[in-house]
């Protein structure tokens, strides 16, 4: 399981990875006196070349804050978000910058997460994908590892998220859900048998949309556990982390 867990986190990586390095070719016409370009996309790189006024630059890609651009002469580098937003497009309008912003977060309809937390006393770190039917109904897939002092094992769930105010920047939701906690006590112990169990939970937590595509969320969930002995068992799990969204 925490091979599946690894693979899911290396997709959660790979999502994320265009909101760092998009490409974006279009041309663009310097319209400050003058735009510096660094050697990287950071302020800690040097300045090596100035592009005056009115002259044309090609945009090439984006990294977070900083985009790398060539000039009509084939200079390359990196230049601020700043500086970049006082340029103009061929036509003479703003260069369009295509920065997601809080209606982007609002409208969404694809996000995944990576989340930690605590299940019963268990360490536990899982990873979501969700859909959005709509700006208050969405669809949740959760797979996580838990590990214990005695035992380890792996929890699934798909739930149903209900989000009343969704244009709020800090904005509750509410969960209900099911699905399969497969627990494995240490060879070591008396009792050592492997349980899957099937559980139900409901679940209350907060969005915080933070910047660009990414938000943080934090919530509760109550488990209840359907044993084969019938002594069903409730469970306690408290989480939070990042997601991204497109």
């Not at 090439?60 to 060539?70: A, H, P, S």
């Not at 919530?219 to 991204?244: H, I, K, P, R, V």
């Amino acid at each position: 399981m925490r091979q599946l867990i690894l693979m899911a986190a290396l997709v959660f990586v790979a999502l994320v990875t265009p909101a760092y390095g998009k490409t974006s070719h279009h041309e663009a016409v310097v319209a400050e006196p003058f735009l510096e370009l660094h050697t990287g996309p950071g302020r800690g790189f040097p300045v090596f070349h100035v592009v005056d006024r009115g002259e044309q630059i090609d945009v090439l890609k984006r990294r977070t804050d900083w985009f790398q651009v060539r000039t009509q002469k084939g200079v390359e580098g990196w230049v601020k978000l700043d500086q970049m937003a006082e340029t103009l497009d061929t036509a003479g309008r703003p260069t369009a910058l295509d920065d997601p912003t809080e209606d982007d977060y609002v409208g969404r309809r694809w996000e995944v997460g990576l989340q930690l937390g605590d299940l019963d006393g268990a360490n536990v770190i899982s990873l979501y994908g969700g859909y959005h039917f709509t700006r208050n109904l969405s669809t949740e897939l959760h797979v996580g590892a838990v590990t214990g002092d005695y035992s380890s094992g792996w929890l699934a769930t798909a739930d149903i998220v209900h989000q009343p105010f969704p244009e709020w920047r800090v904005s509750p939701y509410a969960m209900l859900g099911t699905g399969v906690l497969h627990i494995s006590p240490q060879a070591t112990l008396v009792q050592s048998q492997d349980r899957t169990d099937q559980v139900g939970h409901v679940g209350l937590g907060l969005r915080m949309y933070a910047t660009r595509r990414f938000m943080f969320r934090a919530e509760y969930s109550s488990y209840l556990t359907f044993t084969s002995s019938n002594d069903n068992q409730e469970l306690d799990e408290w989480q939070a982390g990042f997601a991204f969204f497109f």
